[in-house]
């Protein structure tokens, strides 16, 4: 394959699928999913798959057989499975930043062989897997030694969103399998009240930062780290800088020129996304955490589902049947939102991860041919962990005037020994899918107000309050239970999902353009605030922003 090779340019809108699935919509959708279950006794084997140690129910659709054929006639007419193959052989698909897309090649067993531009670069990549493995070996072993002789105990990994978000969720993740003697923490805001909470409590001798930042120069992380080697530098002197602080890069001069030995800077390559780099040495901080044998079951996982994707037709490929259901509910049903609900604590950090993922990825107007695209695409993701999201939003997933397709989430065995704990929890997981569906008709309300004791009168006023529309639809997706391995897969089964959906709106999911501009205004605004240039003409709004800031500023 000749790697310049781009992603084919399709309107999807534009395809018969596109058209017969806009018919089928008018057709179906008044039924409900109760009709749906009445229809059809073979609906849970029919939407139901097993990989490997992840069970998804997508019963709970408002789809049928057909709804599912014309999704899987609209991935092949616009050639998905050529989509996918360009990007696990390393075409340039992300063809506005001009790179290849591999994050799968982080994952991929040593014998492999991935070319970019010619190169196989799956030795590079266990080149510095194996350096990573070494360099957490030495805390292991208690050989690594801070300035004064002691040993380390806490990582602070300084980086923003892909270089924290991924690994701060999969360390929250895996916190049952974090090594004893380690804490790990993150510091992302340059909102000095992260790095100050963080450093409150911690000491200079027993603390090594993590730099991660694959261009070194972003003012977030550049800022947070320079404040933290002043904070260092109370303590040790420069010459010590380099057994305290260590780089996650793919700029090696501007770590050196930081004070970091060469040896101590982890590199990774322009083919990996920020976003998707959590398998890459911006994952050092879930290395040290859990260990380097726990960080290479976590890549096996993502590896697993890598497999997965790219050898199994669309019909029985679970991040593309995903894919498919997200793109039914947001260009046919008009549902604008998805919530992601792991009823497990440890995952509470997925929803913040997944919102990057799929929002910075798809979250774009201009299709691969230049053209503005006249469809939605970018589904915006919220969520938090159940039960706890049961008490707050879900009102309004019950009863609610919006269609919210919903993500449920459940490792079937708990990391702890509260087992009790556990089938409630599992209980209420089931319930809630249970009650989106069925919801409770005015009949079963008013029968139940009636047993309450309550006046015909009285019923008949709370009756509308009290019933439940249901037919809200959701997936279910069941972990054996939550490890490296199963969350890996987890993991690579939403990348997927979202390149799919990416893909099929036949947009380039992997630049993230839109969040340039608030930056480079900000970097326009900072001296304006501190008094060093002259105010610009702004806006009247933000003109008088910043003559009110300084007009309030007492430091
Ligand atoms: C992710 C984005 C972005 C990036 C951060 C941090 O896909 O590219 O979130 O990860 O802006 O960038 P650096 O790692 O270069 O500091």
Redesign the pocket.
């Known amino acids: 394959m000749n790697h310049k090779d781009i992603l084919e340019n399709h309107n999807p809108t534009k395809t018969r699928s596109w058209k017969k699935l806009n018919d089928h919509y008018q057709n179906s959708k008044n039924k409900t999913l109760k009709d749906h279950f009445a229809e059809d006794n073979n609906r849970v084997n029919r939407f139901s798959l097993e990989v490997d140690k992840m069970y998804l129910d997508y019963s709970k659709n408002l789809i049928d057989k057909t709804t599912m054929e014309l999704l899987y006639d609209l991935a092949e007419e616009v050639n998905l499975v050529d989509g996918i193959e360009k990007m696990f052989s390393g075409a340039f698909i992300n063809k506005t930043e001009n790179r290849a897309v591999l994050h799968t090649a982080l994952r991929a067993p040593e014998g492999a062989t991935i070319e970019v531009d010619g190169e196989n670069v799956v030795p590079q990549v266990h080149r510095v897997l194996t350096k990573m493995k070494t360099f957490v070996s030495q805390f292991d072993q208690g050989s690594w030694k801070g300035f004064s002789g002691k040993e380390i105990t806490d990582f602070v990994n300084i980086?923003?969103?892909?270089?924290d978000l991924g690994p701060v969720m999969v360390c929250e993740a895996l916190r049952p399998f974090h090594h004893p003697n380690r804490r790990v923490h993150f510091v992302s805001n340059i909102d000095g009240a992260h790095l100050t909470k963080t450093l409150d409590g911690l000491d200079p001798e027993t603390t090594l930062f993590i730099i991660?930042?694959?261009?070194?120069?972003?003012i977030e992380?550049m800022t947070n780290a320079r404040s933290a080697r002043d904070w260092f530098l109370k303590a040790g002197n420069q010459q010590d800088v380099s057994k305290h602080f260590i780089a996650l890069s793919t700029n090696t001069e501007k770590a050196v020129e930081f004070g970091i030995d060469l040896e101590n800077i982890f590199e990774f390559w322009d083919w990996v996304?920020?976003?998707?780099?959590l398998s890459s040495a911006i994952g050092m901080s879930i290395m040290i955490a859990i260990g380097a044998s726990h960080f290479e079951e976590l890549l096996a996982g993502m590896h697993a589902m890598d497999t997965h994707f790219r050898n199994t037709s669309p019909n029985q490929n679970m991040p593309v049947i995903l894919a498919l259901l997200g793109i039914w509910y947001t260009n046919f049903f008009g549902s604008e939102t998805e919530a992601v609900l792991p009823y497990d604590q440890d995952l509470h950090y997925l929803a913040m991860y997944l919102q990057?993922a799929s929002m910075?990825s798809n979250g774009k107007s201009v299709d691969r041919d230049g053209q503005q695209v006249t469809y939605d695409t970018g589904t915006i993701i919220w969520g938090e962990a159940g039960t706890n999201s049961q008490h707050s939003f879900f009102q309004l997933l019950h009863q609610g005037t919006r269609l919210i397709p919903c993500d449920f989430l459940l490792p079937v065995n708990p990391n702890h020994d509260l087992k009790h704990h556990h089938n409630l929890l599992a209980a209420n997981a089931f319930a809630q899918c249970e009650a989106l569906m069925n919801g409770k008709s005015e009949d079963e309300v008013k029968s139940e107000l009636q047993g309450q004791g309550l006046s015909t009168a009285e019923i008949e006023e709370l009756a509308p309050y009290k019933v439940f529309e249901g037919n809200h639809p959701t997936n279910m997706i069941l972990l054996k239970q939550l490890t490296p391995y199963t969350l890996g897969s987890l993991i690579a089964l939403y990348e997927h999902k979202i390149f799919v959906q990416g893909y099929i709106w036949n947009i380039f999911s992997f630049d993230?353009f839109g969040?340039e501009l608030g930056k480079a205004l900000a970097k326009k605004l900072e001296p304006e605030i501190t008094g060093e240039s002259k105010p610009e003409n702004h806006d009247a709004s933000t003109n008088a922003l910043v003559s009110r800031f300084k007009e309030w500023k007492k430091y």
């Open positions: 980086g923003i969103g892909g270089s991660a930042s694959k261009t070194f120069t972003t992380t996304g920020g976003r998707y780099s990057q910075e993230q969040v």
